[in-house]
């Protein structure tokens, strides 16, 4: 959305803030997203609305979560006559996405965000996945290199497997710095989450899960046997038919659902 001729909210670093301005990338976002007019849309971080306006337009209501008090004014102005927007302001990262989810509804996430809070807020999304249906977020395009990478390389970790019990990850496009005011020193891509009416496989007990991912990839240089130590010995780990000598980051997201049994 171009931006009125009104001063520009200058983007504020402690909130990573990277406006999104550029025409072209704006209307990909938009054709990847699809909306339609009774979806119930969650936006985290509208920032100057670049993607809420559009989305506005189309779908006649819209919640926004924003953490930065100072851009809700101007939003709100600038929304009044597209429809009904809703803004909360808040941490994306403490909303409880579930109470925004109308009664037997899903809601259709979208978010521009901040590189420092990626991570974590996938985390915390996962665990309210069953109120969402689809997710789609610009992150930096190391994330989402990380969200889809294949078991064996330096990129294959925590948060792939994490994703992949829960999730289909689908990396759309990646977009160049110049996109952004002011640009990040990073690349970014836009990537579609759409978590799994049921796991994508048996998974067992999910806390032991979450627990023998979570040990093994913070030693992942050790083998399986002394990464898991304390979790699951020898025995167990042949019997989920892996061997003790392998390394963690080359065990498939079913490997370690089977491990948890």
Not at 50 to 59: E, R, S
Not at 65 to 85: Q, S
Request: proline letters at 8%; hydrophobic letters at 45%; a positive charge.
């Amino acid at each position: 959305m171009q931006h009125h001729s009104t001063e520009p909210h200058p983007p504020r670093k402690r909130f990573g803030q990277h406006f999104l301005h550029d025409r072209n990338v704006i209307n990909r976002i938009l054709l990847a997203i699809a909306p339609k007019r009774d979806d119930f849309l969650v936006e985290i971080g509208p920032g100057l609305g670049a993607l809420t306006l559009p989305l506005l337009q189309v779908c006649g209501t819209l919640t926004a979560v924003e953490l930065d008090r100072d851009v809700i004014p101007r939003l709100e102005a600038d929304a009044a006559d597209k429809g009904t927007l809703r803004v909360i302001q808040g941490d994306a990262l403490r909303t409880d996405y579930r109470a925004l989810a109308p009664a037997g509804r899903k809601i259709r996430l979208i978010g521009n965000l901040p590189y420092n809070i990626s991570t974590p807020l996938l985390f915390h999304l996962l665990l309210q996945a069953e109120v969402i249906r689809d997710m789609h977020f610009m992150l930096q395009k190391e994330v989402v290199r990380r969200m889809a990478a294949k078991p064996g390389g330096k990129e294959y970790g925590r948060l792939t497997v994490m994703l992949a019990a829960h999730c289909r990850v689908e990396p759309l496009f990646a977009v160049a710095a110049g996109a952004f005011t002011p640009a990040p020193k990073v690349e970014s891509a836009f990537v579609r989450l759409v978590p799994c009416a049921t796991p994508a496989f048996p998974l067992g007990d999910p806390a032991r899960f979450a627990a023998l991912v979570n040990q093994a990839f913070s030693r992942r240089r050790k083998t399986l046997k002394n990464a898991l130590q304390g979790l699951a010995d020898e025995a167990a780990i042949r019997a989920a038919g892996l061997d003790p000598g392998q390394r963690p980051e080359t065990l498939s997201a079913a490997d370690y659902a089977r491990l948890a049994g």
